[in-house]
Every structure is written in C-alpha cells, then in structure tokens.
Nanobody, 120 residues
Framework: QVQLVESGGGLVQAGGSLRLSCAAS????????MGWYRQAPGKQRELVAT???????NYADSVKGRFTISRDNAKNTVYLQMNSLKPEDTAVYYC??????????????WGQGTQVTVSS
C-alpha cells in the first residue's frame, strides 16, 4: 500500500502565499503522475495542477501564473507553491498520486486533504 501525508495548509490573507507538501510512503514500486486537486464547499472536486514523472506540468486556468507544482522524486514528494492567493482559492486541497505498490497494480491514491482558507 501507499500512504500520502499532506501538510502546509492554513489561513492566509489575500495576496499571501502558502506551500503545500505531500509525501508518499509505504511499499512503493513506482510513482507516475502526481497532482493537486481542490474542493470548495458546495462544489465538485477540480484539478489544480499535475506533474508527470518527467516533470511536465499542467495547470488549471484559474491558477496559471500564481501556482507552481514541483516534485522531488528522491523523496517521493510533490509540492504546490501558491502565490498571490485569492479568496476563491479557499478549499480543501487533496494530493493525488498514481503509483504502483510492490506486488500491486497501478492506481490512484489520495491524501486526506488540507484546508486552505484565504481571507479578503
């Protein structure tokens, strides 16, 4: 199995910054794509950013130019640097990792979620 532990959420004023981290652990054979999703109250979960094993990135239009996703393959960790935060960025942020556990198969794993609140 693969476990994901997220950290870095919190309360910040509009215009501020936060950095989210998500570390994968367990009997990991390989990790493919990693990414961040978010879900605001009353809304569906939406993609924020993804990064492939080769480092190619993809962003939601709403965060382009403000958020940066990166990964440290040696640490099995993905990061989300969030700058110029807006109240509409308020949501629970979930880490997603597509990985294969030892003896398992390629599948998606999800973190527990971390709350990001941006005050106006």
């Amino acid at each position: 199995q693969v476990q994901l532990v997220e950290s870095g959420g919190g309360l910040v004023q509009a215009g501020g910054s936060l950095r989210l981290s998500c570390a994968a652990s367990g009997r990991i054979f390989s990790i493919n794509g990693m990414g961040w999703y978010r879900q605001a109250p009353g809304k569906q979960r939406e993609l924020v950013a993804t990064i492939t094993s080769g480092g190619s990135t993809n962003y939601a239009d709403s965060v382009k130019g403000r958020f940066t996703i990166s990964r440290d393959n040696a640490k099995n960790t993905v990061y989300l640097q969030m700058n110029s935060l807006k109240p509409e960025d308020t949501a629970v942020y979930y880490c997603n990792v597509r990985a294969m556990a030892v003896g398992g198969w390629l599948r998606d794993y999800w973190g527990q979620g971390t709350q990001v609140t941006v005050s106006s």
